[in-house]
């Protein structure tokens, strides 16, 4: 089969698939048929599978999201254990900012 003739077999595999999803009654629908379009779909255009991380990057990654973690935790806990006060002078801070960042709010 040639390239042309293989785009032409995808396009009509994909159009079936398209019509028996969006547009066949109840009636009509067959999942055997749908399950066999996909199938010859994946004959045809086999999806190439993402490339995988190596595991050392996934674990850089991982430590570096708990690090990340814990700085917000620890500054949430320091805020938390704050006086009320400076809280309030806090929000009162930045809902005074914002209202010259977002006039309109």
């Known amino acids: 089969m040639n390239t042309k003739e293989k785009t ?20 009509e629908f067959d999942s055997n048929v749908v399950i066999s379009l996909l199938h010859q779909l994946d004959a045809l255009e086999p999806i190439a599978p993402e490339p995988m991380e190596s595991v050392e990057v996934f674990i850089a990654n991982f430590w570096e999201y708990c690090r990340r973690r814990e700085n917000e935790e620890r500054t949430l806990r320091s805020f938390a254990e704050c006086p009320t006060t400076l809280q309030v002078k806090h929000y009162h801070r930045k809902s005074y900012l914002q209202s010259f960042l977002h006039p309109l709010n």
Do not use: N, P
Not at 8 to 27: G, M, R, V
């Open 8 to 27: 032409k077999k995808i396009q009509k595999l994909k159009k079936l698939l398209d019509w028996y999803i969006d547009c066949a009654s109840d009636e």
